[in-house]
């Protein structure tokens, strides 16, 4: 078997690599030349842990190799981008899918399957790709077998993931679900979930769309709480202790292409019907403001104006900062004249400082908008750098917080002092 992956980014190329390392040749096909040149050269251009390791055995039994355009295979799998388009809805632009379509169109033969793995619109297989292909000569589930496989990975896991998780299969017709079962069982050791194309999209929408809402009826409590003098933190802690009760952690907001995305997709498909869903998008998109807000009430009870801002990613000990709350915050704060904003993250690149200490000298204030490790146990030298050890934690993740003179989190909020 051989196998074209269609985007090499946070999806895309650890799938390749995982099938390339389970025997099957992979060719990785992406549309930017400086990724496929640093692929070439053995280098990854993601973070994630033991990607180098996979790219290097890949290479090494030359079972894959990265170019800018596809070739000849028996498998197509489209990972690539599906940003929100910039409408009322926030609805799914397909222009990545669609061109991805098209660039592996002169290259499909009779028998072939093509799998859509990016995040998708309800009914986007039914409706576009679908018909796309028809309309090329192809009968679907005799001549073609069309599926969408969504992943269901966690950054910093995407390796394990990917081969222990249970994977859905969703094909346009029950023979175009029996061969992507075929293809995937050469790694994937959970189960093989086997449904419809319109069924698979949908669940996928909705597994991030939950944890959307979860997250939302936490940052709700926050605000609630806020304004009753209650500790949210402790009244999720005891709430918990329900057996059948799990509500998330709260936090500056939600991120990273999947929550902060995947709910929008949903709205945009029946928006007279998600009600719920579009007023938990709400709920998260405004909380920055809201942490720019207790930001301003502390700065106002302590005085000062210098702060640091920890974290720009989305979540904890990777790279990714796309849709991040934290950089939302960082961007408003520095538009406020009166304030002096550094940043800080270990991982993302355009942070203002390459070291911890360097933001911390001569701060007011230390603002933690992303659970790194490295935020957990600041080191006694970096706090004293500062000229106020004061410290606004939004991820309750500092172990030792006697160590500064003040310490807020979403539990103890200056209204709350």
């Not at 809805?89 to 169109?105: E, P």
């Not at 997250?215 to 709430?239: K, P, T, W």
């Not at 929008?264 to 920055?288: C, H, S, W």
Request: with cysteine; charged share 20%.
């Amino acid at each position: 078997m051989k196998v074209n992956v269609i985007g090499l980014g946070y999806i895309g190329l650890p799938t390749a690599l995982t099938f390339a390392n389970h025997g099957i040749e992979v060719v990785g096909v992406d549309v930017s030349e400086t990724v496929v040149q640093s692929l070439q050269a053995g280098q990854a251009p993601i973070e994630e842990p033991d990607i180098d390791r996979y790219l290097a055995q890949a290479l090494a039994k030359k079972t894959f190799k990265a170019q800018l355009v596809p070739e000849k295979a028996d498998v197509f799998i489209i990972a690539v981008p599906t940003p929100n388009i910039a409408d009322q809805f926030g609805s799914c632009d397909l222009s990545y899918v669609k061109a991805a379509m098209a660039a592996i169109l002169p290259y499909l033969e009779q028998g072939n399957t093509v799998i859509v793995e990016s995040t998708i619109q309800p009914r986007t297989m039914e409706d576009i790709v679908g018909p796309f292909f028809e309309a090329a000569g192809y009968i679907i589930g005799e001549e073609l077998y069309l599926l969408h496989c969504p992943e269901r990975v966690l950054p910093g896991k995407i390796f394990e993931e990917l081969v222990m998780n249970n994977r859905i299969i969703g094909g346009m017709t029950s023979a175009c679900t029996q061969q992507g079962k075929r293809i995937y069982q050469t790694f994937v050791k959970g189960n093989v979930l086997e449904t419809s194309a319109s069924i698979a999209e949908l669940s996928k929408l909705m597994e991030n769309t939950y944890r959307d809402l979860n997250i939302a009826l936490a940052n709700e409590l926050v605000q609630i709480g806020d304004r009753l003098n209650i500790d949210a933190l402790q009244v999720i802690a005891l709430a918990n202790q329900h057996p059948r009760v799990n509500i998330h952690q709260p936090g500056p907001g939600v991120g990273g292409h999947c929550l902060a995305v995947d709910p929008y997709f949903v709205v945009a498909a029946a928006p007279e019907d998600a009600k719920l869903i579009q007023l938990g998008r709400m709920i998260n998109t405004e909380m920055p403001e809201f942490i720019i807000k207790k930001v301003e009430e502390i700065l106002a009870i302590h005085g000062g104006n210098k702060i640091a801002v920890l974290g720009l990613a989305y979540k904890g000990n990777i790279d990714d900062a796309r849709e991040s709350p934290a950089i939302e915050i960082a961007k408003r704060l520095k538009q406020k004249k009166a304030l002096q904003v550094t940043t800080y993250d270990p991982y993302v690149a355009t942070s203002d400082v390459a070291h911890l200490e360097v933001a911390l000298t001569d701060s007011d204030l230390a603002l933690i908008l992303c659970d790194h490790d490295a935020f957990k146990d600041i080191a006694p030298a970096a706090i004293q750098a500062m000229k106020q050890k004061i410290v606004f934690d939004t991820k309750n993740i500092v172990t030792d917080k006697t160590r500064f003179d003040a310490a807020y989190s979403l539990g103890a909020l200056p209204s709350a002092q």
